[in-house]
């Protein structure tokens, strides 16, 4: 199982949820379903975060651990990581530095 985002030569990042459907329930066998009633949440949330259109929130990464043994830290670190990789910033316009090294 991966500990890390996952690149290819095009510059490609794996989301936070392809790596859980793809690491943990398909070769587990868990469909979405089986895994938000564990963890209490909608199967709607599961589905987000595997199509890539839901984070994952410091809850769910605890929720994610406890169910698949795992730690928080490991979902907390894959989303940050993605967050980080595929930010632009472009986005935050001129940003004069207040520290100089």
């Known amino acids: 199982m991966s500990t890390?985002?996952?690149?290819?030569?095009?510059?490609?990042?794996?989301?936070?949820?392809?790596?859980?459907?793809?690491?943990?329930?398909?070769?587990?066998?868990?469909?979405?379903?089986?895994?938000?009633?564990?963890i209490g949440v909608g199967e709607t949330a599961i589905g987000e975060i595997v199509n890539g259109k839901r984070r994952i929130s410091t809850a769910m990464a605890w929720r994610l651990s406890k169910a698949l043994g795992t730690t928080a830290e490991f979902w907390s670190n894959l989303q940050n990581d993605y967050d980080l990789l595929t930010f632009d910033p472009?986005?935050?316009?001129?940003?004069?530095?207040?520290v100089t090294a």
Do not use: C, V, W
């Open 4 to 38: 890390s985002t996952t690149t290819t030569a095009n510059g490609y990042y794996s989301t936070p949820g392809q790596i859980l459907d793809e690491e943990f329930l398909q070769p587990l066998g868990i469909s979405r379903y089986r895994l938000a009633k564990a």
């Open 90 to 98: 472009t986005s935050l316009g001129d940003i004069r530095p207040l």
